[in-house]
């Protein structure tokens, strides 16, 4: 692929994220064609405050109850309701620090809070009214990414492949390039040439965060020193790894609620964080099983990679370089939601949003659902 040109010509787009960590929303700005024109702007996080927080955790809890043929709550409609509204903020907040207006934005992409991912029912469920953003914003939008890829029978995640796959080679890094989300649940992309495979590959931050909650009232575990203090069990990280998730063929994808804590009940707070730290790196590296080739470089975006005690833990079972994104030039915290605005472009051109070998699905698939601001 070609480096950019001044000839080149892409449209501003903004990508908003709220990932299964449930620690808040991050906007990004990103001038972008849909194709190969990818420039990243200026980015921003904002922080969901303790009652939306709860109000989000509750969803997750009462989504399953929907699942089995319940209605949907009042509660789940309710953090919608919250969540797009921070997500308007967060645009707001982004054309201020990018010193721009609303009508300069073509388009937003905006992904929701998955809330309940059932793959193998064709079924995946993002809370977040386009609409209702598009009203707020004044501008466009285009919302409900996975749901065309699952009814298709893919696996509807993960999306980032195709935006990993622009980044890496123009960042001109050797190949095969692996690059690692970390966030509630973790993913990899595996790139070579024209070929991008991609698929979950275990928990992420999830339970770290949901043990450090129960156990401490944190809601993460800072830089990894609480479970730098503890002890890996390794007979409860072999049975953790003994799930029949880590032999199955990619493309495969989880939901976060996918993997409980029964393996870790019973050991001190500091030792579970230790040993659910270790499985999310175990998992990570097990996910080479399934490369064609080894990998030339590893690149970790998500929240993930503040976590010095995974980042040594994955460095200490992969034979390759590990680096964070911001090596690679890219701004990690950012990645995911640059991502979304490059497929909100897409999927307004009807271009692919995932491939058979990204989810599974039969055939490249476009998705979305466009809302026009009024």
Same mark, same amino acid.
């Given at each position: 692929m070609a480096?950019?040109s001044?000839c080149?010509?892409?449209?501003?787009?903004?990508g908003l994220?709220s990932?299964?960590?449930?620690?808040g929303v991050?906007?990004? +700005?990103?001038?972008?064609?849909?194709e190969a024109?990818a #420039?990243?702007?200026?980015g921003?996080?904002v922080?969901?405050?303790?009652e939306?927080?709860?109000?989000?955790?509750a969803?997750?809890?009462?989504? !399953?109850?929907?699942? @089995? $043929?319940?209605?949907?709550?009042?509660?789940?409609r309710?953090?919608?309701?919250?969540?797009t509204? /921070?997500?308007?903020?967060a /645009?707001?907040a982004?054309?201020?620090?990018?010193g721009?207006g609303?009508?300069?934005v073509?388009l937003i992409g905006?992904?929701g809070?998955t809330?309940?991912h059932?793959?193998?029912r064709? %079924?995946t469920w993002q809370?977040g009214?386009?609409?209702?953003?598009?009203?707020?914003?004044a501008?466009? /939008?285009?919302?409900?990414f996975?749901?065309?890829?699952? *009814?298709a029978g893919?696996?509807?995640?993960?999306?980032?492949p195709?935006?990993?796959?622009?980044m890496?080679?123009?960042?001109g890094?050797a =190949?095969?390039v692996v690059?690692v989300?970390i966030?509630?649940v973790? @993913?990899?992309?595996?790139?070579?040439g024209?070929?991008v495979?991609a698929?979950d590959?275990g928990?992420?931050?999830?339970p770290?965060?949901d043990w450090?909650?129960?156990h401490? $009232?944190?809601?993460?575990d800072e830089?990894g020193?609480?479970?730098?203090? &503890? *002890?890996?069990?390794d007979?409860?990280?072999? #049975?953790m790894l003994?799930?029949?998730?880590f032999?199955?063929?990619?493309?495969k994808?989880?939901?976060r609620?996918?993997?409980?804590?029964?393996?870790v009940? &019973?050991?001190s707070p500091?030792?579970?964080?230790?040993t659910?730290t270790?499985?999310t790196a175990?998992?990570?590296? !097990?996910a080479r099983e399934?490369?064609?080739?080894?990998a030339?470089? %590893?690149?970790?975006?998500?929240?993930?990679?503040?976590?010095?005690?995974l980042?040594g833990?994955l460095k200490a !079972?992969v034979?390759?370089?590990v680096?964070?994104? =911001?090596?690679? &030039? %890219?701004?990690?915290?950012?990645?995911?939601?640059?991502?979304?605005?490059? +497929?909100?472009?897409?999927a307004?051109?009807g271009?692919?949003?995932?491939?058979?070998?990204?989810?599974g699905?039969a055939?490249?698939m476009?998705?979305?659902?466009?809302? #026009?601001?009024?």
């Open positions: 480096h950019f001044k080149e010509v892409g449209q501003k787009v903004i994220m990932g299964t960590s449930l620690d991050d906007a990004a +700005l990103l001038e972008t064609d849909g024109v #420039r990243p702007g200026p921003l996080t922080p969901y405050d303790g939306t927080r709860a109000l989000l955790r969803g997750l809890d009462e989504a !399953r109850a929907v699942a @089995q $043929g319940g209605p949907v709550p009042q509660s789940i309710e953090a919608e309701r919250r969540l509204e /921070v997500h308007a903020e /645009v707001e982004l054309l201020v620090k990018a721009i609303a009508r300069d073509a905006f992904h809070q809330i309940l059932r793959p193998e064709h %079924w809370i009214d386009g609409a209702f953003l598009a009203r707020l914003t501008i466009d /939008v285009i919302n409900d996975r749901s065309a890829d699952v *009814k893919g696996q509807g995640a993960p999306l980032m195709l935006y990993h796959a622009v890496a080679r123009e960042a890094l =190949e095969p690059v989300n966030g509630g973790a @993913q990899v992309t595996y790139i070579k024209d070929y495979l698929f590959t928990p992420g931050n999830a770290i965060d450090m909650n129960r401490s $009232g944190r809601p993460v830089d020193a609480f479970a730098a203090t &503890g *002890k890996v069990d007979a409860a990280l072999d #049975r003994a799930n029949a998730f032999d199955r063929v990619p493309p994808s989880l939901d609620m996918d993997f409980g804590m029964e393996s009940e &019973g050991l500091a030792d579970g964080a230790a659910l270790a499985f175990a998992s990570l590296a !097990r399934h490369f064609s080739d080894p030339a470089t %590893w690149i970790v975006s998500g929240g993930g990679r503040h976590n010095k005690t980042m833990m !079972r034979n390759a370089p680096l964070v994104a =911001e090596d690679a &030039g %890219w701004d990690g915290d950012a990645l995911e939601a640059q991502g979304f605005a490059y +497929l909100a472009m897409r307004k051109k271009l692919p949003l995932s491939l058979p070998t990204t989810t699905v055939q490249p476009t998705g979305g659902r466009l809302h #026009r601001a009024r």
